[in-house]
């Protein structure tokens, strides 16, 4: 069998005008797992990422940790989904529950998950969408279903976001839509899943590791955002 690994991008800037970049932490987190890597003398014979900026710069930390490149392969399967659009619409039918700037992170939290559920579940007005939630589902799966037409000898690197990532363990543990939203809650900055897989299968090895960051020193380096 194959092997995948898929990887969160490492912390965003949360709270900064431009989310799509990663914080100074970030940075960090995503060399560390490259230094990991290279630590345990793995090499990877492609690097899948989506197309946003902080999956790009946490591919680039990697490299950086592995003190390698890697030839890359872009795929929309995996951005991430788009939260404000979502949250536009679910503010539309529920404006009571619109968070005000500056409130807590957890505030931002529970409206994502609000909006989440609103959204997989059908309930938002279509027309105000960008994406379905089959849509995601579907282009996630489009990921799986590209890896799965190659022969890799060496194991894949794939770099993505939290929500896609959810998806995917959705779509190989086959689990029910409110699954997706609280994986999506859990999925820790620059962690890795593991995966194997063939041509008829994928199969979940392990999920959500963060070695690098398991160290006394780094305690305060394990964030969600």
């Not at 190659?150 to 993505?160: F, M, Y």
């Not at 086959?174 to 620059?190: F, P, S, T, Y």
Request: with cysteine; hydrophobic share 40%; charged share 20%.
């Amino acid at each position: 069998m194959s092997e995948f690994y898929i990887v969160r991008h490492g912390q965003a800037s949360f709270g900064a005008e431009n989310y799509d970049k990663l914080s100074e932490l970030g940075h960090q987190q995503s060399v560390w797992l490259g230094e990991y890597f290279a630590q345990r003398n793995m090499t990877f014979g492609q690097l899948w990422l989506g197309e946003m900026v902080r999956h790009q710069e946490t591919a680039a930390g990697i490299c950086e940790g592995l003190n390698t490149d890697i030839s890359s392969v872009t795929h929309t399967g995996l951005n991430e989904f788009d939260f404000q659009n979502i949250a536009a619409a679910y503010l539309a039918q529920h404006p009571n529950d619109v968070v005000q700037k500056g409130a807590p992170p957890a505030e931002f939290y529970r409206l994502l998950k609000k909006a989440m559920g609103a959204w997989s579940s059908e309930q938002l007005e279509p027309s105000m969408l960008n994406e379905t939630w089959t849509e995601f589902r579907q282009r996630v799966l489009d990921v799986l279903n590209a890896m799965r037409q190659q022969n890799h000898k060496k194991p894949i690197l794939l770099v993505s976001s939290g929500g896609a990532i959810s998806m995917l363990m959705s779509v190989v543990l086959e689990l029910e839509a409110k699954h997706v939203i609280e994986l999506n809650m859990q999925v820790r900055n620059a962690s890795y899943s593991q995966f194997f897989f063939n041509r008829d299968t994928v199969r979940l090895s392990s999920f959500n590791n963060v070695p690098h960051l398991d160290i006394p020193e780094r305690v305060g380096a394990v964030t969600f955002s």
